[in-house]
């Protein structure tokens, strides 16, 4: 805890501990762990002067933040009208398979992969559409998801070593 500490300290000293910056200071906390736990949220409540329940409110009002732990590889797949009417649905389905994953279940037990449903990605014309952290994926077959799920376990095993 004391090293996340260390770079919570340093955002935070980036916003000036400053309790109107109290978006972007979990927005960066959350691009560095992935997620915000309950521990962070009570020490950045602590850190700017307001009360937990404060900060917690904002990170449990806005779709945009987790209170789960997320992998490695957050995968979003789009169910908006134009990918589910393109058979997303199909996709969910092969993601879940491949990665031993569910609706309740949306994280790999390595910590590795995050499957999610979104609404929207803005991309009705590359329906169905994957979003793999930053990299999007159109016009997917479940196929192609699982590929794109081998290509990164090996891209894992290459760096770590730690996957089978």
């Known amino acids: 805890m004391e090293q996340k500490k260390q770079i919570v300290n340093r955002i935070l000293k980036k ?19 992935k997620f915000l736990s309950k521990e962070l949220i009570s020490y950045v409540a602590t850190e700017i002067g307001v009360p937990p329940s404060q900060v917690y409110g904002v990170a449990t009002f ?3 933040f987790s209170l789960k732990p997320k992998g490695k590889y957050i995968i979003k797949l789009c169910d908006g009208t134009a990918c589910h009417v393109k058979k997303s649905h199909g996709i969910l389905e092969a993601l879940y398979k491949k990665l031993e994953l569910s609706e ?18 803005g991309a009705c014309g590359l329906a169905p559409v994957m979003l793999v952290n ?9 196929e192609q998801a699982e590929q794109i799920i081998d290509e990164l376990i090996e891209t894992e095993k290459t760096i770590k070593g730690t996957i089978k």
């Open 15 to 33: 916003n000036n501990h400053d309790e109107s910056r109290l978006i972007p200071i979990l927005q960066q906390i959350q691009g560095e762990f």
């Open 134 to 142: 930053e990299q999007v994926y159109g016009q997917v077959t479940p």
């Open 104 to 121: 309740e279940k949306s994280t790999s037990d390595d910590m590795i992969f995050t499957v999610e449903t979104v609404s929207c990605l």
């Open 62 to 64: 806005y779709a945009h």
